[in-house]
């Protein structure tokens, strides 16, 4: 009798963590929807619920540091991307994010850093050096900047974003024709249709060009 009373003991145990577990699936899912549909304060909240419960849950970090880098909350989501590397230094992405939150703070050397470190734990992310040459390209040191776009197009010729910056840099250089046919590259390749947002970037380029 005690057998069967501890076995039932043990199942109910059992099935109490299933359910838990399963509504922290659904929490997550809900999470995952919200980022979907850019509701990002309602994200963060479900997230932290699910942080309170699983804290050393690297995913549910990286998508509240997301969520708040997308609400440009930039120095809130450096804390979840550090974390998510605290807990796992071989992390992919987390650094790629932790450098466009440090970038949109004005903390150039540390955007770069993180960048150049994601190459070393993601070998394959060779959209780094674009980023870097973003950075370089706000510093205002060209040449450098140069450097980084031209080891990123030959890297991956197919990455539009690439072009863009490229045209940028030749832009702030003064060098009309390279900077307008690098902005054409992009067009060319779909920038626009692909990343909508970078309309600001190649509308500024196209008055220089028109000039």
Same mark, same amino acid.
């Given at each position: ?37 850019? $509701? ?11 942080? #309170?419960? $699983? &804290? $050393? ?31 796992? &230094? ?27 470190? #994601? ?10 050096? #674009? ?22 197009? $030959? ?40 990343? &909508? ?15």
């Amino acid at each position: 009798m005690k057998r069967i009373k501890t076995l039932l003991s043990i199942t109910l145990a059992l099935a109490s963590l299933i359910v838990v577990k399963a509504q922290e699936n659904d929490s997550y899912d809900q999470a995952v929807k919200q980022i979907k549909n850019k $509701e990002w304060d309602n994200a963060v909240s479900t997230l932290t619920n699910l942080i #309170e419960k $699983e &804290p $050393e849950n690297t995913t549910y970090y990286f998508y509240r540091g997301y969520a708040k880098e997308m609400n440009l909350k930039y120095k809130e989501s450096v804390e979840d991307f550090t974390k998510v590397i605290e807990l796992d &230094p071989k992390a992919k992405v987390a650094r790629t994010n932790r450098g466009y939150a440090y970038r949109h703070l004005g903390e150039y050397d540390k955007a770069i850093n993180d960048f150049q470190e #994601e190459l070393k734990v993601n070998p394959k992310a060779t959209y780094s050096y #674009e980023h870097i040459s973003m950075v370089y390209y706000l510093k205002k040191d060209y040449a450098k900047a140069l450097e980084n776009v031209n080891t990123a197009i $030959e890297k991956d010729a197919s990455n539009s974003i690439s072009y863009k910056t490229k045209a940028l840099i030749y832009k702030a250089m003064n060098d009309k024709e390279n900077a307008c046919s690098n902005k054409n590259k992009a067009v060319e390749m779909g920038i626009l249709k692909d990343y &909508p947002s970078f309309k600001v970037d190649i509308d500024e380029v196209n008055e220089f060009c028109s000039k």
